[in-house]
């Protein structure tokens, strides 16, 4: 069994860029969830995608935006990229529809903003 | 909206010795999940232990277990025979059932663990 995978594992971008996060879900998982992590911070939930479609949000503007495909893997793309957008983001995936809806974690991105 | 808090910024044990983490929680539903998660210094976040709200029994699982007072809105995680493998940060994670899998994280808790 295929666990959580992200890439790239880190990245270093200019305030301004746009850049693209990639995940990978782990294998009979359909739900696909990214979260922000600061640094010395818990993990704040972006948003999550559940059969292609995005499936709630959380408090993040929207030049936060992100893709679900066909085979469950997932993007993140933030635009106009903000000193604040400095951070580790996680992916997590579970077998929606199936509870308890456990999550299983990816080991991160971590993305610094100059 | 559903907050938790974890009030103890850093805790250290003695190897072999136990120590219990807090966890408060707000809410105003019934039904819902707590989990504790552990993030080593490699990032990946890894479950410890799910309590269902249902359940009145506190989940446990080798050495780790929980003490759950749901009307206290209280969720602690108690480990026993620390390890040094158990150094890492701790969250304490709540979910609304029906709500997906959105999860809501607490500031986390530095545990050490001094050989």
């Known amino acids: 069994e295929t666990g959580v995978t992200q890439s790239p594992t880190h990245l270093i971008k200019t305030r301004g860029q746009q850049v693209t996060l990639r995940c990978s879900s782990q294998?009979?998982?359909?739900?696909v969830s990214w979260y922000q992590q600061a640094l010395g911070q818990g993990p704040q939930f972006i948003f999550q995608?559940?059969?292609?479609?995005?499936?709630g949000r959380g408090n993040f503007p929207p030049r936060f935006s992100g893709l679900q495909f066909p085979n469950y893997s997932s993007e993140l793309n933030v635009n106009a990229l903000e000193l604040d957008d400095s951070a580790l983001y996680l992916c997590?995936?579970?077998?929606?529809?199936?509870?308890?809806?456990?999550?299983?974690f990816g080991p991160g991105t971590r993305l610094t903003v100059t | 909206a559903q907050t938790v808090t974890q009030s103890q910024p850093e805790m250290s044990v003695q190897e072999a010795e136990t120590v219990t983490l807090s966890c408060t929680y707000d809410t105003s539903e019934s039904d819902y999940y707590l989990f504790w998660y552990k993030q080593p210094p490699s990032r990946q976040m890894i479950l410890v232990i799910r309590q269902e709200a249902y359940k009145q029994q506190n989940a446990t699982e080798n050495r780790f277990s929980v003490n759950f007072q749901k009307a206290a809105k209280s969720f602690s995680l108690k480990i026993s025979d620390s390890q040094l493998g158990d150094a890492a940060m701790y969250f304490c994670?709540?979910?609304?059932?029906?709500?997906?899998?959105?999860?809501?994280f607490g500031e986390g808790t530095q545990l050490t663990v001094n050989p």
């Open positions: 997590a995936s579970s077998a929606g529809g199936i509870p308890p809806y456990e999550q299983y």
């Open positions: 994670a709540y979910r609304e059932d029906g709500s997906g899998s959105r999860l809501t």
């Open positions: 995608y559940y059969r292609e479609e995005e499936n």
């Open positions: 294998s009979g998982h359909n739900t």
